[in-house]
């Protein structure tokens, strides 16, 4: 078996700030970012050209897909939150 996705919570009440995070992400990354709304629910975002999309979920869940080993699953991960923190995000 090979692990491609994972998810788990990041941000309690994510749901008010969707829109907005999605709007920082892509100020911040310019035009790096490629983002994919689907509904109000969720977000669909790329923080690089063919890296793995992050979908975030107003619940405050948080799916990472494309990463082909647990490895980079969790530098993925990590990636992500070190974005969050450089647009003052508290992830934890």
């Not at 709304?37 to 107003?58: C, D, Q, S």
């Not at 990463?67 to 990636?79: A, Q």
């Amino acid at each position: 078996m090979k692990i491609v996705s994972t998810m788990g919570e990041w941000l309690s009440g994510a749901g008010n700030q969707l829109g907005t995070l999605v709007s920082e992400l892509e100020n911040h990354l310019g035009e790096i970012i490629d983002t994919n709304f689907r509904n109000t629910a969720m977000a669909t975002v790329r923080l690089e050209e063919n890296g793995p999309a992050y979908t975030i979920y107003r619940t405050g869940t948080l799916q990472i897909r494309g990463g082909e080993t647990e490895e980079l699953l969790i530098e993925s991960f990590r990636r992500f939150e070190e974005v969050l923190d450089e647009i003052s995000v508290d992830a934890s």
